[in-house]
């Protein structure tokens, strides 16, 4: 979620204002999202790199999560919304990690839309700590290297919970992706657009998902073997087949 200083500048605004409008665009996202029946969505909100901010900003960003959080959870709870929050809590205050472990625990058995937070999350850091928790939990490994593979690791992700995101959208006009999910988005449609964030509407979801639905997606394998799945593959393709869509 990219471009709310930018919105804000542009109309010789705060910063904060654009956050502010940034959170009304948040729900918006949430809403058409569970409407298009997406199971997944996930939103990062403020990375690793982002406490280099000034502390005004970074302290009106956390005040905007608390509030958010006591405001919205009850809604999402009603529709069916699971939240979920990746990301190293433990730099935040008490209080909010309280709201959200209770936010968490409270919606943990709803079905619908899974709404995952990303926050003072950064990829590396993902893969680190899922690679020391490995380490802790199956020390033999450390002396066999070799016997490390994926299904190893991606367990001890921090959204191991989640299948791997079939799109990913950057909005605010920069084409990076900024230490997201580095492991996760290896066959991720990427889709950037100029449009900040504040006013990234329905339409520009909808919009998204038209982009998608124009990809094809082959994990490796030729168009002529998507058109007819018999054509040849070799066993070698059965651990990509297995990815999720
Ligand atoms: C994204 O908007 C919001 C957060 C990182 C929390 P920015 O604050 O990065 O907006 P720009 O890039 O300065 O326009
Ligand atoms: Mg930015």
């Not at 997406?38 to 502390?55: D, G, H, I, K």
């Not at 590396?124 to 066999?144: G, N, Y």
């Not at 191991?160 to 996760?184: H, K």
Request: glycine fraction near 8%.
């Amino acid at each position: 979620m990219d471009g709310n200083g930018r919105w804000a500048s542009r109309r010789l605004l705060p910063r904060v204002a654009g956050h502010t409008r940034g959170v009304d665009a948040v729900r918006t996202a949430v809403e058409t999202c569970a409407r298009r029946g997406v199971e997944y969505l996930t939103l990062f909100a403020f990375s690793s790199e982002n406490w280099r901010r000034p502390a005004d900003e970074v302290s009106l960003l956390m005040r905007l999560f608390v509030v958010a959080l006591q405001r919205e959870v009850g809604k999402l709870h009603a529709n069916g919304i699971r939240l979920r929050v990746v990301g190293d809590m433990s730099a935040f205050e008490q209080r909010l990690q309280d709201l959200v472990r209770e936010a968490e625990a409270r919606t943990a058995g709803n079905t619908g839309l899974t709404l995952t937070i990303a926050a003072n999350y950064g990829g590396r850091w993902d893969v680190l700590q899922a690679t020391r928790q490995m380490l802790q939990d199956r020390p033999e490994l450390a002396s066999e290297p070799s016997l490390i593979d994926e299904a190893a690791l991606t367990p001890y992700l921090a959204m191991a919970y989640a299948p791997e995101p079939d799109l990913f959208i950057r909005t605010g006009g920069e084409q990076r992706i900024s230490n997201f999910l580095l492991w996760q988005l290896a066959y991720t449609e990427l889709y950037f657009t100029d449009c900040f964030w504040p006013d990234f509407g329905e339409a520009d979801v909808d919009q998204a998902f038209e982009f998608y639905r124009t990809r094809e997606r082959r994990f490796g394998r030729t168009s002529a073997q998507l058109v007819d799945p018999r054509v040849s593959s070799t066993p070698a393709d059965a651990g990509v087949s297995s990815k999720p869509g």
